[in-house]
């Protein structure tokens, strides 16, 4: 067989497998819509139903690997395309209104999330680089940052994957109850969407929740939970710095190959189209619908993406400490609220 002939049956077996993970996660993303329509399932939102489902495949019927290939576009390129398209419900006037509040907001939860990740990593017992990938990822922007960072700290597959599988589950889990208690929390749609934002960990996660609180809610969550992806770039400097005092130019080397949230400035790009009016409201919500739709598939591969099992290996140690570290950014937020005078 000829090496041109070999190419080419690499390049069909790969898109096959392109095909076979995105169909599950088609498929997930309209049982999810048509769940969403039940009494029972309708406060969740497709979303969440998405992510749930994603989950429940993997743990009872497993997920081929030939379809890994697929499930990871969907839940990271289709997770950016569809931030991007989110992006046609902000407006900037609500920007200019918030003021400076929400990138000093960002700080804090993540100095303050990092900080306590470090403190119950010691508390728990567990190595450095495994307590570093769970504060990064809870702290900036889940699996994300935790890619970004664990080559800085030396982390192994392991690692990663277990901080990737607990601040995924936490993060699901986190955002299914925020969209439970929405209607019961004495807050208005403003401050639950800068709550979500601030202390839930992946930006689909943030997605989801802040639907339950309308749209003023969602426009806030996704421009907060930007803030704190913006901030990932000099946060895995410091990261790099702290693990690799004695190797100043390995960690140089590692900083300029960091990934940079390019998705970032799609979303204002389509949130000037907004600010200004340059498309029909039918438009708008058109490519609103498309964005949501991108998402939900996204979600479903997050939750394709969650291995139960995983923690087993480690024990109740690293999930705690994931526990603990969730439950505390989520009442810090709500501090910040307080300290802020945001209702």
């Known amino acids: 067989m000829s090496q041109e002939a070999i190419v080419l049956i690499n390049k069909k077996n790969k898109s096959f497998n392109m095909v076979r993970g995105l169909t599950l996660t088609l498929t997930l993303t309209l049982l999810a819509r048509q769940l969403s329509s039940l009494p029972l ?3 969740m939102g497709t979303m969440v139903i998405a992510i749930l489902l994603g989950i429940s495949w993997r743990a009872v019927l497993g997920v081929p690997r030939i379809a890994n290939e697929g499930i990871d576009f969907a839940a990271k390129k289709l997770l950016r395309l569809g931030v991007i398209l989110m992006g046609i419900r902000l407006d900037f006037n ?8 929400i990138i000093l907001i960002d700080a804090l939860v993540i100095v303050f999330t990092i900080t306590l990740f ?7 017992s567990l190595n450095k680089r495994l307590t570093a990938l769970l504060g990064v990822g809870t702290a900036v922007c889940g699996a994300a940052a935790i890619a970004a960072v664990a080559p800085l700290v030396h982390a192994d597959d392991n690692e990663t994957a277990i901080s990737v599988g607990i601040v995924a589950l936490l993060g699901t889990l986190g955002a299914l109850v925020y969209t439970l208690l929405q209607p019961f929390l004495p807050l208005s749609p403003y401050a639950y969407g800068v709550l979500t934002g601030s202390t839930l960990h992946e930006v689909a996660h943030v997605v989801a929740a802040s639907m339950a609180g309308g749209k003023e809610s969602s426009e806030i969550a996704i421009l907060v939970k930007l803030g704190r992806v913006a901030l990932l ?3 895995a400097m410091v990261m790099g710095y702290l693990f ?3 190797h ?6 590692h900083s300029r190959q960091l990934p940079i ?3 970032v400035f799609g979303f204002f790009g389509f949130s000037l189209v907004n600010t200004f009016n340059l498309l029909t409201p039918a438009m708008e919500q058109f490519i609103l619908q498309v964005s949501i739709f991108l998402l939900t598939m996204a979600m479903a591969g997050l939750g394709l993406h969650v291995r139960l099992q995983t923690f087993r ?3 109740g140690g690293s999930l705690l400490v994931g526990v603990i570290g969730s439950l505390a950014l989520a009442l810090f937020g709500w501090g910040l609220l307080i300290l802020f005078s945001i209702t």
Not at 96 to 101: K, N, T, V, Y
Not at 118 to 124: A, D, E, Q, S, T
């Open 313 to 315: 290996r480690v024990g």
């Open 233 to 235: 770039i000099p946060v």
């Open 261 to 263: 949230p390019w998705f």
């Open 41 to 43: 399932f309708s406060v």
């Open 118 to 124: 470090w403190w119950l990593g010691k508390r728990f």
């Open 94 to 101: 609500m920007i200019i209104a918030s003021g400076p509040r």
């Open 248 to 253: 100043r130019g390995s960690s140089q080397q």
């Open 244 to 246: 690799n005092k004695k």
